[in-house]
DNA sequence: TTAATATGTTAGCGTCGTCTAACTTGCTGA
DNA sequence: TCAGCAAGTTAGACGACGCTAACATATTAA
């Protein structure tokens, strides 16, 4: 079963309000997704045919296991993901996250573990030392941007 | 002006087209990007309506010079990004082909100056030797995915 | 030269995901 | 307790983007 992208980001906030409120409301998913509460009901609709969460009219969301499932799989990816962009690539938390959100829907499985083993690999190198490397790649970082800010 | 994924898919194939046919048809569009030729005329009155293109009725499809930077624009995002899955987390061209066709919608250019920079980085550094890093990496790659097999 | 084939176009439809507007239901504090 | 507001729902519209079917034009080979 493949969801859409908007599908993966409904899924995402359910469980990310789970999580941190311990119920997942209608105007919540709202307000997080910046989408109206009609396109959220729209939504809930096609992921309860989904099988992936349960909910009954003015009801919560219930995620089912399946869904809890596969909501902390796109939730994976997302912190991967985003661990690269802040660790490797040097973004803000802010940035990283913004941009892991859309990210998250494109890389297939097999991508996705390549990058999540390319992290561990860089960790535990020999060779590569993050503090140094984080360093050093900020130094190149400042010499590279100042010389584009001057042409 | 910001375009959807696929009106930059439809750019990047026009221009692939045009460096390596000489010209650019309706049907070889069709093809490339697997698409009916309908669906290639609806793209073409926009991208005409966005003066990225020009094109008459039953004449070959012409980029403009804001067209051709556009289409160099994300054309160097996908090579980029291919280049980061094929060299880095050793991915086949051909996958890498697939999944940088995704990305590269995705990336925001701040983010993807970032990749570009990690990857000369990378590549300019003492302490990483490309030919060293990639036997290793190939090694610590078998050992794990390997254990995924056992799992 | 002209008939067959390749190429290009148009019209109309379906799906997805969003929106607004109008409505119903639930909750809460004076 | 009940009036008013917050929360949830429904109906209907729209734009993006794909498709098929039918048609128009261009090209080519006999």
Same mark, same amino acid.
């Given at each position: 079963?493949?969801?859409?992208?908007?599908?993966?980001?409904?899924?995402?906030?359910?469980?990310?309000?789970? +999580?941190?409120?311990? !119920? #997942? =409301?209608?105007?919540?998913?709202?307000?997080?997704?910046?989408?109206? !509460?009609?396109?959220? /009901?729209?939504? &809930?609709?096609?992921?309860? /045919?989904? +099988?992936?969460?349960?909910?009954? %009219?003015? @009801? $919560?969301? &219930?995620?089912?296991?399946?869904? %809890? #499932? %596969?909501?902390? $799989?796109?939730?994976?990816?997302?912190?991967?993901?985003?661990?690269?962009?802040?660790?490797?690539?040097?973004?803000?938390?802010?940035?990283?996250? =913004?941009?892991?959100?859309? #990210?998250?829907?494109?890389?297939? @499985?097999?991508?996705?573990? =390549?990058?999540?083993?390319? &992290?561990?690999?860089?960790?535990?190198?020999?060779?590569?030392?993050? +503090? !140094?490397?984080?360093?050093?790649? +900020? !130094?190149?970082? $400042?010499?590279?941007?100042?010389?584009?800010?001057?042409?």
């Amino acid at each position: 079963m493949t969801l859409s992208s908007s599908l993966e980001d409904y899924l995402e906030a359910m469980i990310d309000l789970f +999580n941190h409120e311990g !119920k #997942i =409301r209608v105007s919540d998913i709202s307000a997080k997704l910046r989408v109206e !509460k009609s396109s959220v /009901n729209t939504a &809930i609709k096609k992921l309860k /045919n989904l +099988n992936l969460i349960t909910h009954e %009219k003015y @009801g $919560e969301v &219930i995620l089912t296991e399946k869904g %809890k #499932i %596969k909501a902390e $799989e796109i939730k994976e990816k997302h912190i991967i993901i985003s661990k690269f962009l802040t660790d490797f690539l040097g973004l803000s938390d802010q940035e990283a996250d =913004r941009d892991a959100c859309k #990210i998250e829907h494109t890389l297939s @499985g097999h991508t996705f573990k =390549r990058l999540l083993f390319f &992290i561990q690999f860089m960790e535990e190198s020999p060779f590569f030392d993050k +503090n !140094k490397w984080k360093e050093s790649f +900020n !130094k190149y970082l $400042e010499s590279v941007e100042s010389l584009e800010r001057e042409a």
